[in-house]
């Protein structure tokens, strides 16, 4: 009876590191940990260098920040924010789901931000901005570089630099991150329209430490410094 149970667990450690791999080889890397600090990736702290994996569960505590890559783009979360990053087979979204999440890009066109309300772009060139959520139905969308678009459902709307936009919503358009390999994602996802209530506010709605922070990592480490 020893020698059969012991057989059986042989052969469940056999198939499980056989099935590894092709767990792993399902999900890939999308962005690499650049700066944590009291932030989690997953169920563990996330750490400088760590590999975010598909549908990775992005979150920080209060005072804490998490700064990821994703290529040539970067994600910046604040305090108490939650987001994850997911491959859609033709580009990297970012799903924004709570808090503040801050983005730059250099506007290869193959990066966006899915919030609630619809998703998010830069309009041309290069950009950089951040989602702010002020409740369950509301959220602010600042463009700090460039202009940036929010698309609900093929219905454009500019939100141009320097402004933001309060944007209410009654239905969820965040239906959450898809773990999926993009060769399983065999078709579109269907567009969607739905209402939703679209306001130009001052630039001064800004978060000004967020402005700050992502002038600094958009700036190059090769400009000169004032005298």
Avoid at 75 to 101: K, W
Avoid at 111 to 126: E, L, Y
Avoid at 137 to 150: C, M
Wanted: net charge negative; hydrophobic share 45%.
């Amino acid at each position: 009876m020893r020698l059969f149970a012991r057989s059986v667990l042989v052969a469940l450690l056999c198939a499980a590191m056989c099935e590894s791999p092709a767990m792993a080889a399902h999900r890939r890397v999308l962005g690499v940990v650049a700066q944590a600090d009291r932030a989690h990736l997953g169920n563990a702290n996330a750490v400088m260098g760590a590999d975010v994996y598909s549908c990775d569960p992005l979150a920080t505590d209060e005072s804490g920040v998490l700064r990821v890559t994703v290529g040539s783009s970067q994600i910046f979360l604040s305090a108490l924010s939650n987001a994850a990053l997911e491959d859609d087979a033709t580009a990297i979204q970012v799903v924004a789901s709570g808090g503040t999440i801050g983005f730059s890009s250099p506007g290869s066109g193959d990066f966006s931000v899915r919030t609630p309300a619809g998703i998010v772009r830069g309009a041309a060139g290069a950009y950089s901005g951040q989602v702010a959520f002020k409740g369950p139905n509301e959220l602010v969308v600042s463009a700090i570089r460039g202009d940036l678009t929010l698309d609900n459902g093929g219905q454009l709307r500019t939100i141009p630099e320097g402004k933001s936009a309060d944007v209410t919503f009654d239905t969820d358009l965040n239906s959450g991150c898809h773990d999926e390999a993009a060769a399983d994602q065999v078709q579109q996802k269907p567009l969607v329209q739905h209402k939703i209530g679209f306001y130009i506010i001052a630039a001064g709605a800004m978060a000004v430490p967020s402005y700050f922070i992502w002038r600094d990592l958009t700036e190059s480490d090769s400009t000169p410094p004032t005298k």
